[in-house]
């Protein structure tokens, strides 16, 4: 059974950084793309950032510039460095893991941008 952890999540205050980390366990496939969403209250999840197999990256517009998304395939570990944080990257951040066998989701990591 596929499972996802993040870790990394916290209160930060504005123009400051955080680091979030998400291994990915139980497959007997890699994961083809990882990646990171988030939820504010009140909105719909939306996409942040995500990397695949091969290193292709993707960003949402509003992080471009600002977070930067890495992995370590050997570990099926994904990395979501944030800089320069706003009050709206307030959310919970959620890990993807993406295989053949289908889409896993981590339980969400609080981030709170506030001063």
């Known amino acids: 059974q596929v499972r996802v952890v993040e870790s990394g999540g916290g209160l930060a205050q504005p123009g400051g950084s955080l680091r979030l980390s998400c291994a990915a366990s139980?497959?007997?496939?890699?994961?083809?793309?990882m990646g990171w969403y988030r939820q504010a209250p009140g909105k719909q999840r939306e996409l942040v950032a995500t990397?695949?197999?091969?290193?292709?990256?993707k960003y949402a517009d509003s992080v471009k510039g600002r977070f930067t998304i890495s992995r370590d395939n050997a570990k099926d570990t994904v990395y979501l460095q944030m800089n320069s944080l706003r009050p709206e990257d307030t959310a919970v951040y959620y890990c993807?893991?993406?295989?053949?066998?289908?889409?896993?989701w981590g339980q969400g990591t609080q981030v709170t941008v506030s001063s």
């Open positions: 993807n893991a993406e295989g053949p066998l289908g889409v896993n």
């Open positions: 139980g497959s007997m496939f890699r994961f083809n793309v």
């Open positions: 990397i695949s197999l091969g290193g292709s990256t």
